[in-house]
């Protein structure tokens, strides 16, 4: 908590119980069905007694109407909450009991349970001010999709298991690669095609232990102490755990140096120079992860050169376009995606910024076979006619898991009930809301944008006084700390070149430009009281 | 497709589009809401326009109730669908268009289509008559708690990004540990904890790779190659899937005969001699998997005694009760956990049999450290007081991916909304149900009951005629087909010491005893049928 906002009272105003007692008229609407609860407890227990009908539909329709009216109620009073949860680690502990009820309570209770004790302990990632990490987008249409998708209830590993769960994500990722132009070896009609993972994490996970295995089926599996894999050192830590996780040795990861001068991109000569090392040095360079759109600013690494650098040396080269790959439905945009035909893997997550609720990871390949070689099964119980006659995909050979859930519906539905040329128009509102932030900083002179924005994050930080960096940096976390305990708005910091900087990222569903104004009118009273101290 | 079936005519009575035609009057309800869709796409276009408005309150509230009111329908008429989908491969891509529309479709138009082009293509997993695999349940409870997951729309990978995700799943996690009493160890107070996972596959993922990065960290990460992995013959692909991506290699991963001597259990001297073998030849055993409910016929590892050889060993041992776990709620289950004391890392999934929506996998460790040792990443951007304190979990760190939702809400409701007596009953009824179809079985001396039931699975087959065991075979392999392109039912095969056997698994949330008497009554046809031929 930061001491300032302590000191102005706002913390105190956010406690838990308070939070609360707030808004006890925008919830009225549960209330209506209060009267049922003795009625429901008697069902609920019934049930007990003789045996639970847990699906019975007439009550999946009355309860699944509550909690939607629960959920659109709390879209209609998110901004009443503060943007970053308040409370303190443990909070919940003392709020629920040590042990599972014996029986039933009834949904009036756990929803006011969700009231008091759940929302409190809720950073809220749809608030249109929530400016912190990448957004996570919800959307109506993606909200259908999920409801749909648990409520059908289906295990798609194998074709068999339901056909339109595999074909739909077939179908989709063709439709989304063709929206991106990815270039045809992307798609489904040949070697290549796309699937769903749960997150960057997994894709570049699933993308690494492909290459990896890829490799030693050529070198031998003794010889995994000498894959090499390259990065720039604005890469994402998923790109280190995928490391960790696939056996890579520490000390063959290269982490290559970005900087100011490119803008915090990858330089090619540096790669090439690095791989040339470890050839000579008899290591075996395998992996190339490249990022459209890096995490602490948002930098494009230029792939065209990159990627020759990794065919000519028969690399494995994967594309984390997790973030800024959505913009790149925009023919505007494209053009930082260029390259991509180089790669062999490319990741964009529908789940961050094209309205498809979490998760929707997008992962594409040119080889589908290198996935099933790396992570197919076959036991009997699972051999049908279908997959034994090779006619289908089986997805669960292109990613850890067994099981997968039902997730091409949520896309499709955004896809289908927006439509392409709105999603465009949805990118864009986001990144001219981001170029008035940045022209609201730079008309700052307490303030300096820190790096050039290409899509919807705005780097930025208040200047050092005499040269001061250290002092810089301090004050930089304080004015962290102090607005997001404001609870007004939740932002997050990185470091670049040692100079720790605010990062405001733009992108939540329901950000409007007010949004924006309202945000930096708080950033910029925190300076002032910060500045004044 | 079965030629039996095509014969008898059942397939043409389940194409595609008569599914549909069957029950016109089942979804008149999504039609009332038809007059709307013109200006409803209008409401679209202007959205396209002008700026898109995704998460529009009301339109959640309206268009969340016509979506649940869809889903409720579909329970309402869930047995007049074939179990398993009868489509052929590729069906859909002929049913749907080669990319996305430019503007928005209305949810009617996306309903229709779900209706004649997905349905068809479902297979139907909540069914009553779905007795494949294992079951996968879905509850109103579970439902619930996945619309408000879903509706928050929260990734909780820090504690931070969301206390209330983390704590809760602490929370829930020791409750259902002490439903299990599970041995303190795996509780949070200490050193261990529990953690969803979104699959068992995930599961031993994990601790494979925590197990795998522990042991290395004591002889050196250039003995990979020495390092064995120990399981039965009967243990899931997953674990084979697991030495895969952790690079053990294959020669190093054995897999113990079980055969029916011991119920196709894993003979703890097997194991001992396997270990000794391997010791001596100067290899590294480091990890153990058993079962508790096996996939082909729930059979039950001793753990008690295998622990104790991993234990004596310094072998990482991990319990795999994804399916039987549930059942060890019910005292007089409980016993085929005993010994879990000696593990070191638990996993049942509350997602096959204990009425919460996939995904839902839970995952005990007894040291949370192995799992922050293999799994942590410290970002800068990712870093906060709270984490920085070292006050609070992050799951992240016990995880392969980065993000995560909020799927303790779900597993939370189902146990608070039905309550640990009635989960129990709930268990109790359909291993009641599986006396019920093996005493049928049993009565038929065309049939044998193959391996003793312990849980809600019954392994059976047609009996050999002339001890011919390889026509024995096929007729059971006809006898499958048959019966699941009967669209009645849907079960699969497995083979055990070479025979083929059907498997009979009961789980279904709707599944009653005349669903039971109906299935086996198409069986028996389907197998007098065949024995005429």
Redo the contacts between chains.
Sequence with gaps: MGEGSINKGYYRLYLPINTIELKPKLFTKLYKHELKATQEKQE?EN??RN??K????????E???R??????????TIESFPV??Q?Q?????NL?P??????????E??LED?KT??????????SPSFFA?YP?????????G???S??????GFS???????T??EI??L???A??LNLPEQFLSEGNGGGVIQ?????SV?VAM?AA??KVLRRVG??A??KLVVYSSDQT???L??AC????I?PENCRVLKADSSTNYTLRPELLQEAVSRDLEAGLIPFFLGANVGT??SGAVDPLASLGKIANRNEMWFHVDAAYAGSACICPEYRQYIDGVETADSFNMNAHKWL?T???CSLLWVKDQSTLTE??S??????Q???SQAN??VDYKDWQ????R?FRS?KLW?V?????????K??IR?HIKLATVFEQLVSQDPNFEVITPRIFSLVCFRMVPVDNDEKKCNDRNRELL?AVNSSGKLFI????LSGKIFL?FSIGA??TEEKHIKEAWKVIQEEASYLLRK
């Design positions: 609920m049930g007990s045996v639970l847990p699906m019975d539909s007439e009550q999946l329709r309860y699944g109407h909690m939607v009216d629960f959920v659109a109620d709390y879209y209609k970053r949860s409370v680690p443990g909070y919940l502990h629920l040590d042990s599972a009820p014996d029986h039933p309570d009834t949904l209770q756990v969700v004790k759940i929302l409190p302990g809720v950073t809220h990632w749809q990490f996570s987008n919800s959307s109506v249409a993606g909200f259908l999920d409801i749909l648990t409520g059908l209830g289906i295990v074709w068999i298991t339901s056909p339109a769960a074909e739909l179908i989709v063709d439709w989304l063709k929206l749960g997150s960057a994490s997994e996970h232990t990896r295995d599996k003794n995994l102490g994402h830590s998923s280190q755990k960790q996780i696939a056996g040795h995490t602490s309205l609720n979490f998760d790396a992570f099964t076959n036991p009997e119980y699972l049908n006619k279908a006619l289908v850890i898991a067994l099981s859930r519906l539905m896809l289908r009930l927006y439509g392409a040329e709105t999603l128009n949805y509102n700390e997050i910091h990185t470091a990062r569903p329901l």
